[in-house]
């Protein structure tokens, strides 16, 4: 049989999925978004596999186009509306979807006879996801439920570099789960770390300079100590940002990310695809070397502790930190004016280098330091027009509007990818089994309306 191969959607409410109608023929072929990330897999042929693909697909359909009646679903799953019907079934039953009437074409129409329609939709708090950021300076956690949507946030400062792996691992723990409710808990499908490192698929930290680490295995680390049996995924800081970035923005086109905090990690993601390179390194532009600074990296330049330090010292006040420095920008202070004037000859010259070699659409910066770019983006555009021989295109630069989230929620989105792709359990069962009781929990929970 032929099997074609199709572009993931993008995200909005009304665009239809004509070539997943085409491909899908009654559930015989069947196709696998992972997420946001448009990794393909053509599953076995056999009806459990069918159905878990199918269960899968009713769920990402749901997140991506929001509600629906049964009839459109059925469209979009390519299925007839029997075997449709099956799959909503489950997932009403298991408590991921829930019926709700279609007051929308009743608007002003106060003397229309007959009932409304019936929509599906998920249930926001079926289902929920943690995600941490361990920083060098801070630790970010967040709680996202089954549509995505952020339902507790709390930060608190943190000195990685004088704490061992154990105990940062654990002091994360217990800000993420101090004081939810064990309801939440039992509904919790899995965990996201992220860390300014160099990780591997299995979640082994090769190496994390900034705050000590080397060789760690950080996955085992913390499957050890969270006090849940759920999936747990590791994952450099940068990385985490970039896919939390195209939860809200959408897949389309290249963009380069920078999270600039202490140190200044990268990420690349194409048509929403994280590029990682042959080693998982790629986007690392925070440690590549700036020429003429006697061997200094671009991360040592602009980076949270460069601004820092130089501005203590253009004092001769230790106590001023980062929110002082923007500040002093905002006002004009001469000290701290030429500061920022020379971080933007710094940031202009990184991005330039970036931009030839990737050529992307849009650059996303994130991180504490990004609070700088607006209020210097002109300087910054003179000087990689100056830097450029031929007038390249310049890409869109754009600020992070979540800044405080950090990587905590990528690091959760990444969960709620793998929930809703044939990696998840939750739809691993034998046909008799209930979705929503895999591993004997009951349901999981819920999101805010778009």
């Known amino acids: 049989m032929k099997q074609n191969v199709v572009a993931p959607p993008t995200r909005g409410p009304n665009k239809p999925l004509d070539d997943l109608s085409r491909v899908l023929e009654s559930g015989q072929i069947n196709i696998l978004w992972v997420g ?28 991506t186009f929001g509600r629906m009646s049964r009839a459109d679903l059925a469209r979009r799953l390519g299925l007839n509306r029997s075997s449709s019907g099956q799959i909503v079934g489950e997932l009403t039953e298991s408590g991921f979807v829930h019926e709700v009437e279609d007051l929308s074409d009743r608007k002003g129409e106060q003397s ?34 089954l549509c995505g949507q952020v339902q507790s946030f709390r930060t608190q400062a943190f000195d990685a570099p ?91 086109g290249v963009t380069l990310f920078l999270l600039m905090e202490t140190g200044v990690g990268g990420g690349v993601l194409i048509d929403g695809k994280l590029f990682r390179g042959g080693h998982g390194l790629a986007g690392e ?3 590549t070397l700036v020429p003429g600074s006697g061997g200094q990296r671009f991360e040592q330049l602009i980076g949270r502790e460069a601004l820092v330090s130089q501005y203590r010292l253009a004092t001769e006040n230790s106590t001023v930190d980062l929110d002082d420095f923007l500040n002093d920008v905002r006002d004009r202070v001469p000290d701290a004016v030429t500061i920022a004037e020379t971080w933007s000859r710094h940031l202009a010259l990184a991005l330039t280098q970036a931009c030839r070699l990737l050529d992307p659409d849009r650059i996303v910066l994130g991180g504490s330091v990004a609070s700088l770019y607006p209020m210097v983006s002109a300087r910054v555009a003179v000087y990689m027009a100056e ?18 989230l950090g990587s905590a929620f990528g690091a959760a989105c990444l969960l709620h990818q793998r929930f809703m792709s044939l990696e998840s359990d939750a739809f691993a069962n034998d046909d008799t089994t209930q979705i929503g009781a895999v591993g004997g929990e009951g349901p999981l929970p819920p999101n805010d309306e778009r």
């Not at 808990?185 to 591997?200: D, E, K």
């Not at 830097?387 to 405080?404: C, L, N, R, T």
């Open 162 to 252: 004088s704490k061992t792996v154990e105990q940062a691992v654990n002091q994360a723990f217990q800000l993420a789960l101090g004081g939810i409710d064990d309801s939440v808990l039992q509904r919790c499908r899995g965990l996201g770390l992220s860390a300014p490192a160099h990780v591997n698929a299995q979640g082994f930290v090769s190496l994390a300079p900034i705050i000590g680490w080397r060789n760690v295995p950080l996955s085992q680390i913390a499957k050890a100590a969270f006090p849940f049996d759920v999936p747990i995924i590791v994952e450099n800081d940068a990385n985490a940002f970039a896919i939390g970035d195209s939860y809200k923005h959408g897949p389309s």
């Open 36 to 63: 946001k990330v448009n990794d393909i897999a053509l599953p076995g042929s056999s009806p459990r596999r069918i159905r878990q693909t199918n269960v899968a697909a009713a769920l990402r359909s749901l997140y």
């Open 285 to 287: 532009i925070g440690h």
């Open 387 to 404: 830097g450029q021989e031929i007038a390249f295109p310049a890409p869109q630069i754009v600020v992070d509007e979540d800044a405080e």
């Open 112 to 145: 229309r006879a007959g009932r409304p329609g019936i929509l599906l939709e998920l249930v926001p708090d079926a289902a929920v996801f943690f995600g941490i950021e361990i920083g060098v300076e801070h630790i970010t956690a967040v709680i996202i439920d």
